[in-house]
């Protein structure tokens, strides 16, 4: 643990990130730019060669920092798993979905962790970043890892670390973020802790990776039930001929026992609409029905539906109907600034109004091609004759560069899920809020 020890402090461990992606590609970087030497294991073969070829593909990253860590040798990715010989300390950032059961899949974990035990040796440190159901890193990692005879908390070091990152977000990244930890024994803790202290100031340390995966499980399901919360209320607002958006305001000035959340057409990313869930999955081992996940989930999912049906009585209103009605989707991103589509409500609704015979288009700046179904479709060009010429703008994300006022002034009739069109001054066009 000594050599362990003096080797993080010192800045001479090397890092092994398993998985590149939104989470594992800013923490690599965020260590490599402290001087930490990082190899980062990404089985896409494709994302591997851009990273060693100094090109990012993650927004929340630094085209300048990803360059100067690459260029410098600080950060070099691997597609196989012959590094973790040479790595100190190991992060695993690897997916944790669910299946079509909306039960968990940790396969990505099991497999990674196969591997790292093959490769196992004294004084290392292995961390699981990745979201997943309280008792995965004790239950299912440590026993892979103390096949060789090795001891948790003396030979090797294990701990659970929930990532936090908020992509799109300008203002807290990596190194911003308080990081709990939990370790299977105090000295697995007390490493992990030393290790974070180097790229971020607040660590808070509890007393077991039970507690931070149940933590972790915490902060998504609250935004899970919250958002579902404001939702219902939308959809009551919307009947009584009240703006939800006036209430939420009005509601916020309240300096404690209050905290914001927005209706929207659903949820979407990798983490709202799926975390919830591992935790359900868990407790009916324990024959505990979470009803607030569940019913959360069941609001959430119900939104897409609900936004097809806005759409289709505003066209009524115009004596129109959805079948071959042109309808143009504005973002199809999860959420405003990004480009993940992941769980998208936009693909969602979409897919419904294509069943119901629409004809639709999408723009999206982020996007410019996504499969829906299947099917690829291809960004078009947002301009005036594109507003014009559809019969409906439907507002799925609100992104930030986006005109808005232009928008609402050149279309006929607006569907605002997100109400972007708020500041917009004598709008021109019929605008229906969710
Ligand atoms: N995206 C977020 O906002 C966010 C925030 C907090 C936590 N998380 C959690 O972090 C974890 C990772 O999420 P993400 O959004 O970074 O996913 P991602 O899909 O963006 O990245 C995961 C990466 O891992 C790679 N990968 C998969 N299997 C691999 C393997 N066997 N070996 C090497 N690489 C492999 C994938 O190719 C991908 O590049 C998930 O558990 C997620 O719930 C995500």
Redesign the pocket.
């Known amino acids: 643990m000594k050599k362990l020890k003096s080797k993080i402090n010192s800045k001479g461990a090397n890092v092994a990130v398993?998985?590149?992606?939104?989470?594992?590609?800013p923490l690599a970087v965020s260590f490599a730019l402290q001087g930490f030497k990082v190899m980062g294991?990404?089985?896409?073969r494709r994302?591997k060669k851009e990273i060693n070829q100094c090109k990012n593909y993650?927004a929340d990253v630094s085209d300048k920092e990803l360059s100067r860590v690459v260029k410098q040798k600080k950060l070099k990715a691997y597609?196989d798993?012959k590094c973790l010989a040479k790595a100190d300390v190991i992060c695993i950032?690897?997916?944790?979905?669910l299946d079509k059961n909306k039960q968990p899949n940790i396969s990505?974990?099991r497999?990674?962790t196969d591997?790292i035990a093959k490769y196992l040796k004294k004084d290392q440190l292995i961390i699981l970043?990745?979201?997943?159901y309280p008792g995965t890193t004790e239950e299912i990692i440590l026993p892979k890892l103390q096949t060789k005879g090795m001891q948790v908390g003396k030979d090797f070091f294990l701990a659970f670390s929930?990532?936090?990152?908020?992509?799109g977000n300008k203002q807290f990244k990596t190194k911003d973020i308080p990081k709990v930890l939990g370790g299977v024994t105090p000295q697995c803790a007390e490493l992990a802790k030393i290790f974070y202290g180097k790229i971020i100031s607040n660590v808070h340390v509890v007393s077991s990776p039970r507690v931070a995966e149940m933590e972790?499980l915490l902060e998504n399901v609250f935004r899970s039930v919250n958002i579902a919360l404001v939702n219902e209320l939308a959809i009551l607002c919307k009947k009584m001929d009240i703006n939800v958006w006036e209430v939420i305001d009005a509601a916020k000035t309240k300096p404690y026992g209050f905290m914001p959340f927005y209706p929207g057409p659903g949820i979407g990313?990798?983490?709202i609409p799926?975390?919830p869930f591992y935790l359900s999955w868990r407790a009916r081992e324990f024959d505990i029905t979470t009803r607030f996940i569940e019913l959360a989930g069941e609001v959430n999912e119900k939104m897409p539906e609900y936004v097809v049906q806005l759409l289709q009585d505003g066209l009524n209103q115009n004596r129109q109907s959805l079948k071959g009605a042109k309808v143009l989707v504005l973002g199809v991103a999860y959420k405003k600034d990004i480009a993940?589509w992941?769980e998208s409500p936009a693909l969602k609704i979409i897919e419904i109004l294509k069943a119901k015979g629409a004809m639709v288009s999408y723009n999206d700046p982020f996007i410019p091609k996504v499969k829906i179904n299947g099917k690829m479709h291809t960004s078009v060009k947002l301009n005036n004759k594109a507003l014009q010429q559809s019969d409906c703008v439907l507002i799925a994300t609100n992104h930030s560069q986006y005109d808005y006022e232009n928008i609402v002034n050149r279309s006929g009739l607006v569907i605002d899920t997100r109400n972007a069109t708020a500041n917009v001054a004598r709008p021109s066009a019929r605008i229906i809020k969710i």
């Open positions: 398993i998985g590149l992606g939104y989470v594992g590609l294991i990404e089985q896409n994302r993650i597609d798993f950032c690897v997916p944790t979905p990505y974990v497999s990674v591997q970043e990745s979201t997943t929930p990532e936090r990152v908020d992509p972790k990313g990798h983490c799926l975390d993940d992941r």
